[in-house]
């Protein structure tokens, strides 16, 4: 079992930055993937970056690319996203993932194994 929790989410203004973090708990296996998604009101959960868990490798949807990075840090077991220069359309509740076996391409919620309960991220114009 995996146990995660999210933090960081808040109101910024358009055009700032947030640092997300997710504490990861339980047994991780050196398959494992973590994941960042995020789902406004109306539309479907939607995959925005990765990374693998062992080796550090990421992995960005288009939606990610450019603005957010994620990150690792083994020695707090934790996985951030850091994201920049935030647009209203930015704003969604954002979760943190985990999945043992990564599908590698056209990434679906069903994908993953384990969920946290999401930050909100809200962002004025």
């Known amino acids: 079992q995996v146990q995660l929790v999210e933090s960081g989410g808040g109101l910024v203004q358009a055009g700032g930055s947030l640092r997300l973090s997710c504490a990861v708990s339980?047994?991780?296996?050196?398959?494992?993937?973590m994941a960042w998604f995020r789902q406004a009101p109306g539309k479907e959960r939607e995959y925005i970056a990765a990374i693998n868990w062992r080796a550090g490798t990421t992995y960005y949807a288009d939606s990610g690319k450019g603005r957010f990075t994620i990150s690792k840090d083994n020695a707090k077991k934790s996985v951030n996203l850091e994201m920049n220069s935030l647009k209203p359309e930015d704003a969604a509740v954002y979760y943190c993932?985990?999945?043992?076996?990564?599908?590698?391409?056209?990434?679906?919620?069903?994908?993953?194994?384990?969920w946290g309960q999401g930050t909100q991220v809200t962002v004025s114009s």
């Open positions: 993932s985990a999945t043992r076996v990564w599908p590698g391409n056209r990434v679906r919620p069903r994908n993953m194994d384990y």
């Open positions: 339980g047994v991780i296996v050196s398959s494992t993937v």
